[in-house]
């Protein structure tokens, strides 16, 4: 039943235009900043790593910058603010929501359909900007080990996107206003570590810990480590875990 759910959810998410155009957008402003970093590699770092003899190549001055860049971060953040809007404030904004809670089907299960549904396709959404780099395999000397942790960390990534999206889309009828509290949620996770280090005026461990960057980036850097990856389970299944919560709260207020 599971799978069923997230089939026929995925579905309506790409039979949507806006889905489309939020695809296109993130692939045409991946495109624009991979290109951008490839003709700036080319055209002033080679040379001077050429005449330093440096180490670094096109994984570090490249891959690196490409990965770890806001603009990426942000086109996942609009992916995650449409599925916000879809998940289920839009199916609650139009009643279709009672034929699930109709069905003989556990909350959970129809949480758990929603959420891959969202997953699926903010994967379909980044998995061109993990292809992009193999144009330049043959040209050059790519570090698919580096390549493969940067896919995890953006697919880690995307999973906890879409466990905040399921779980804003439950707090409001209204789709907009499930995708702003969305977005304000990931931005907070985001930046927690450097808002609170600037208040404090000092570095902060535990908001350095609960901070989204400071385990992505060390895997767009490379360093897998366990403790990453187990805090991008914990708050996906937290927020997963919340939103099986919310809808169990609405199913009784229906």
Not at 144 to 151: I, N, P, Q, S, V
Not at 152 to 161: E, H, I, K, T
Not at 181 to 210: E, K, Q
Request: no cysteine; proline share 4%; hydrophobic share 60%.
């Amino acid at each position: 039943m599971t799978a069923a759910i997230a089939w026929r959810e995925l579905r309506q998410i790409l039979a949507s235009p806006l889905a489309w155009i939020v695809m296109a957008l993130a692939q045409g402003a991946a495109a624009w900043w991979f290109l951008l970093l490839v003709e700036q590699y080319r055209t002033h770092y080679e040379p001077l790593v050429v005449r330093v003899n440096s180490p670094m190549g096109v994984n570090d001055l490249v891959l690196q910058p490409f990965f770890g860049s806001a603009l990426l971060i942000g086109m996942l953040l609009l992916g995650m603010a449409l599925m916000a809007m879809r998940l289920v404030a839009d199916e609650r904004r139009t009643g279709s929501l009672q034929l699930l809670y109709a069905a003989p089907v556990a909350m959970h299960q129809i949480a758990a359909g929603k959420y891959l549904a969202a997953l699926a396709f903010l994967t379909l959404l980044l998995l061109p900007w993990v292809l992009m780099p193999l144009t330049l395999h043959g040209a050059t000397v790519l570090d698919f080990a580096r390549l493969g942790t940067a896919f995890l960390a953006l697919f880690l990534l995307a999973a906890v996107f879409a466990g905040i999206a399921l779980f804003a889309s439950t707090l409001s009828i209204q789709p907009g206003l499930a995708a702003a509290v969305a977005v304000a949620v990931a931005l907070l996770l985001l930046g927690l570590n450097s808002g609170v280090d600037a208040i404090a005026g000092r570095d902060d461990p535990l908001a350095d810990y609960l901070a989204l960057l400071s385990h992505y980036q060390p895997l767009v850097q490379g360093m897998v480590s366990s403790m990453d990856i187990a805090y991008f389970l914990l708050l996906t299944v937290g927020f997963f875990g919340f939103a099986v919560h919310r809808l169990e709260i609405l199913r009784l207020q229906a």
